[in-house]
């Protein structure tokens, strides 16, 4: 079922705010303490929210480095590679992912060493993994807990789709062959 204005106000409060009552819920939406209670309670059943936790600053929790590590993985072994990522306490988030590489994680660990053993030492040794490429974070610019409907700013449906990135065309090669 979609959400109505009522349950996006909610998540709106709760992104800024996860150890708010329900009474200063309620009164920030400008609905009833009961109505609050079963619309938050709902939206958990209904798997909308899926939980609560602390947002922390991991560099500050003793976790200073980040990576994005990219990873191809052989066609048949899909369903093992994840089980595996599953188990890893250094992956923060993990998405299969189209172009050039099939998977994608957010690491955490102490120091680069940790990036280099957990992408030469764990991920470049699963006999499903056939590329590694590891890149440190050097700054988080954005780092947002979720994003809702209202944070995106509409845009022009007459922006054409197609290619995200652009490479020149070898010489001789920048032009089509004649049909």
């Known amino acids: 079922m979609p959400l109505d204005e009522i349950a996006y106000r909610i998540l709106d ?17 400008g609905i009833s303490r009961a109505n609050a209670y079963t619309r ?5 059943h209904d798997g909308v929210i899926t939980g609560f936790s602390a ?10 480095i980040g990576a994005l590590v990219f990873v191809t993985v052989l066609p048949q072994a899909w369903a093992s590679f ?31 060493s940790g990036v280099h053993e957990f992408s030469t030492g764990v ?7 056939r590329t590694v490429v590891s890149v440190v974070v050097l700054d988080e ?7 809702l409907p209202s944070d995106i700013p509409e845009r022009s449906a007459e922006i054409p789709l197609g290619m995200t990135r652009w490479t020149p065309a ?9 049909r």
């Open 13 to 29: 409060v709760l992104r800024d705010n996860g150890r708010v009552s329900i009474a200063a819920l309620a009164e920030k939406v």
């Open 55 to 64: 947002r922390i600053d991991p560099a500050k929790a003793g976790l200073s």
């Open 170 to 178: 070898s010489p001789g090669r920048d032009t089509l062959p004649p």
């Open 82 to 112: 994840r089980e595996r990522v599953l188990e890893m306490p250094d992956v923060e988030w993990c998405a299969i992912t189209t172009g050039e590489h099939d998977a994608m994680m957010l690491i955490r660990a102490v120091d680069v």
């Open 40 to 44: 938050v309670e709902s939206l958990v």
């Open 141 to 147: 610019v954005v780092r947002r807990s979720y994003l």
């Open 123 to 129: 991920i470049a040794q699963l006999p499903e993994v």
